[in-house]
C-alpha cells in the first residue's frame, strides 16, 4: 500500500484542505454572511478549528494501526502545525478584535479571566511541538522527541477546559468534543491499542484466505 505518488497526493490534499478552510471564513466574511460581529466570528471558527485539527492529530495513529496505512502516519506532523497555526490565528483575533492591540486589557484580561491563562499555555505548548516537527528536529532531539510530544495530551487538556470556561453555560457543543477526546485517548490505552492492530491483521489474513480460494 506504499504508493508514493498517492502518498504525495494525499499530503497535498491535507495541506490544501487546511488553507481552504479559513479561505472559506473570509470569504463568508467578505460577503457579510459572518453575522453582525465578524471579528467574534472569526475567533471562534479558529479556536473550534484548532481543537477539532488537535482531535485529528490524536485520531491518527489508530487510524494507521487500524488500516495499516502509512498515509495517515505521514499527515500526523503536518496537521499538528496547522492545529498551532489556527490557535495562533484564534489568539491574533483575541488581540485584534477583542482587545484591539491594548496591552492594559490584555493585562486585565489575564488576571480577571483564567481561560486566557489557560489558553495562551495550550498555545505555548502548541508552539514548542509545531517547533519541533521538522525531520530536522527529530534527529537531534533523538529519545526526547516522543516524550516531549507527548505533551500533545496536556495541550488538548488545556484547550478543552479553555473551551469549557468559556461555553460553561452552554455545554452542549463543548460535551461532544470531550467526549471524542476520550474515545480517542480511550484508543491509545495500550491492550485496545494492542486489538487495533490485531483486528488488522486478523482481517489482511482472513482476505489472504478468501483470495486464495
Known amino acids: 500500500m506504499r504508493h508514493p505518488r498517492l502518498l504525495l497526493g494525499f499530503r497535498i490534499v491535507v495541506f490544501a484542505l487546511a488553507i481552504a478552510w479559513p479561505l472559506g471564513w473570509a470569504w463568508r466574511v467578505a460577503q457579510g454572511?459572518?453575522?453582525p460581529d465578524p471579528g467574534r466570528y472569526l475567533l471562534l471558527e479558529f479556536g473550534i478549528g484548532a481543537l477539532t485539527l488537535l482531535l485529528l492529530v490524536l485520531a491518527l495513529t489508530p487510524l494507521a494501526k487500524l488500516t495499516g496505512w502509512p498515509g495517515?502516519?505521514?499527515v500526523r506532523r503536518q496537521l499538528g502545525v496547522w492545529a498551532f497555526v489556527y490557535a495562533f490565528a484564534h489568539f491574533a483575533?483575541?488581540?485584534l478584535f477583542i482587545i484591539g492591540l491594548e496591552p492594559a486589557l490584555l493585562l486585565a484580561d489575564f488576571s480577571r479571566r483564567p481561560y486566557i491563562i489557560v489558553g495562551a499555555a495550550a498555545?505555548?505548548?502548541l508552539g514548542v511541538l509545531a517547533?519541533?516537527?521538522p525531520q530536522a528536529m527529530v534527529r537531534r532531539l533523538?529519545?526526547?522527541w516522543k516524550p516531549l510530544h507527548r505533551l500533545v495530551y496536556l495541550a488538548l487538556a488545556l484547550v478543552l477546559l479553555h473551551f469549557f470556561w468559556i461555553v460553561r453555560a452552554d455545554l452542549g457543543e463543548w460535551g461532544r468534543y470531550a467526549?471524542?477526546?476520550l474515545g480517542l485517548m480511550l484508543l491509545r490505552w495500550p491492550p485496545l491499542a494492542r486489538r487495533l492492530g490485531g483486528w488488522r491483521r486478523a482481517s489482511g489474513a482472513?482476505?489472504?484466505i478468501n483470495r486464495r480460494r
Open 142 to 144: 533523538k529519545k526526547r
Open 33 to 35: 454572511a459572518a453575522g
Open 206 to 208: 482472513r482476505t489472504e
Open 72 to 74: 495517515f502516519g505521514l
Open 93 to 95: 483575533c483575541y488581540l
Open 131 to 133: 517547533a519541533t516537527s
Open 123 to 125: 498555545l505555548l505548548l
Open 179 to 181: 467526549l471524542i477526546a
